[in-house]
């Protein structure tokens, strides 16, 4: 398995609480890079998600065990407040993350997120797009990395996906967990 994903620090935008990868441990995390004023993409992918958690939602299997997890790769604008209003239109549980901007490159970094931030538009320093992968991440209840999912995955074939992880997922010892590539 390769080594994607790891430790972080970052800002839970509904408490305004710093919260690290450990806080979610014993969950399985849906996780999404994106930026708040991505125009068609990321609102795209956060439905899927969203989608994908109404549809296991009910399951004793996964149900609320899994976590929407939306992290920011644009902290320059996507304040704790603005992330924390963004989230809120795709689901209730939907988490949004966000923190300094060496914390946010750090965490892309570790998931092997490509990010670049594109010039500003019509002069205006605060209009530009962010170039980043459009990946969402599958982490396990230890907080290892299982599976990722593109653009072209659909809810259901991820959400039949996940189900097969989770069945089929057994914990791992801390020696395993050391010896991770």
């Known amino acids: 398995m390769p080594r994607i994903g790891g430790p972080f ?3 839970d935008c509904a408490t305004g609480k710093t919260v690290t ?9 849906l996780i999404y890079f994106g ?3 991505c125009p068609d993409v990321c609102p ?7 989608d994908i958690c109404n549809m296991l939602e009910g399951t004793t299997l996964i149900g609320e065990k899994l976590v929407p997890i939306f992290i ?3 902290p320059k604008r996507d304040t704790p407040e603005v992330v924390k209003e963004y989230v809120s239109e ?6 949004g993350l966000t923190g300094a901007k060496e914390k946010t490159d750090a965490i892309a970094k570790s998931y092997r997120v490509h990010t670049s931030e594109g010039p500003p538009m019509d002069d205006d320093p605060n209009d ?15 907080g290892v990395f299982q599976a990722f999912y593109g653009q072209n995955s659909t809810a259901m074939e991820v959400g039949n996906d996940i189900v097969k992880y989770v069945r089929n ?13």
């Open 72 to 74: 920011s790769i644009d």
């Open 35 to 37: 930026f708040t004023f």
């Open 169 to 181: 997922w057994t914990p791992r010892s801390d020696e395993q967990l050391a010896q991770r590539i």
């Open 21 to 29: 990868d450990k806080d979610f441990h014993g969950k399985w995390l």
């Open 9 to 11: 620090e970052l800002t």
């Open 90 to 95: 795709f689901h209730p549980r939907m988490v």
């Open 128 to 142: 530009y797009i962010v170039d980043h992968s459009i990946i969402t991440y599958l982490v396990d209840p230890q």
């Open 44 to 50: 795209d992918e956060l439905y899927k998600i969203a």
